[in-house]
């Protein structure tokens, strides 16, 4: 039963010291949380809660995280942050595309996993109905938090940049006129995007996104023909340095190119003759053109 007020998570860890020490991050969090040992056991929790968070190991009997990522995709929308004590770049890009949102690298820092949540929720999307993000709840002293009155993290940045103009950017629905709220709804070429409801449509069809794909998907919308880097677009993800520094790694940049591929396979788009998204060799990602302009 879920305590009134705080929103639900799930933890799936077959260590019981490491599933210990998440509880207790994320119950200082605001969360409600459900410790689970295995895959099986999580997969149905998550059924039967609708969780907004869910942290998910990788090593554990029975079925690994990749297939419990994998199973928990085909029903809940909720944020996934797998935790690994493989550090290769394969087991990351795999766990990204198995459908988590975020990866953290074992012995993790509880303030970073914390940080990394909060970076995830400042993007809200809508689960079952209601606006999964909401701040988190302030950190207590000890458990490698900050002491009160420490700033806890950098501020927030924006949440996407703001549109630019240039030419061939994706039409406006409803233009925003001078000092109007900027509009949520953004056309191009029959793909259509909706920042407030974070739906997309491709051709009329509803296209059901991840937060890291819908958030790509924005941010080049957002951008027309300006080329966005991968390592803009991997900070887009992180939507705020949660370290001290914009130091962006080869396996972020190619966890880009996995979100990215993901995305193109469920709009039904075809990278070697691409109708929205164009790849420039060596730098990164723009919409397409709209009338053949640069």
């Excluded at 793909?191 to 051709?203: K, N, P």
């Excluded at 396979?265 to 060799?281: C, Y």
Aim: proline content about 9%; charged content about 25%.
């Amino acid at each position: 039963m879920q305590t009134q007020g705080r929103r639900p998570a799930v933890v799936i860890e077959d260590d019981d010291d490491i599933r210990n020490l998440l509880e207790t991050v994320l119950t200082q969090a605001g969360f409600d949380v459900t410790a689970c040992p295995n895959g099986y056991e999580g997969i149905e929790a998550v059924r039967a809660i609708n969780p907004i968070v869910v942290t998910l190991d990788v090593n554990m009997p029975g079925i690994d995280g990749f297939e419990t990522a994998k199973r928990i995709r085909t029903f809940s929308q909720a944020y996934i942050v797998m935790l690994t004590a493989l550090g290769e770049e394969i087991d990351t890009l795999q766990g990204l595309e198995a459908g988590a949102d975020d990866y953290v690298t074992k012995p993790f820092r509880p303030r970073e996993l914390r940080a990394r949540i909060e970076a995830m929720l400042r993007r809200p999307r809508t689960i079952g109905g209601t606006p999964a993000a909401a701040p988190l709840a302030p950190p207590a002293p000890g458990a490698g938090f900050p002491a009160p009155g420490a700033p806890a993290y950098p501020p927030a940045a924006p949440a996407v940049p703001a549109p630019y103009p240039v030419a061939g950017a994706p039409a406006v629905l409803g233009a925003a006129v001078p000092g109007a709220p900027l509009p949520e709804r953004l056309e191009h070429l029959g793909l259509v995007i909706d920042l407030g409801t974070r739906v997309t449509l491709a051709d009329g069809r509803e296209v059901p996104l991840t937060r890291s794909e819908f958030d790509l998907l924005a941010a080049l919308m957002q951008s027309g023909r300006r080329v966005r880097t991968k390592a803009e677009l991997a900070i887009v993800l992180r939507n705020d340095n949660y370290v001290t520094n914009t130091f962006v790694s080869d396996a972020d940049k190619r966890g880009i190119e996995v979100h990215m591929g993901n995305l193109r396979r469920k709009i039904g788009e075809n990278s070697a003759t691409p109708r929205w998204i164009e790849t420039v060799r060596g730098v990164g990602y723009r919409m397409t053109s709209v009338d053949g302009s640069l």
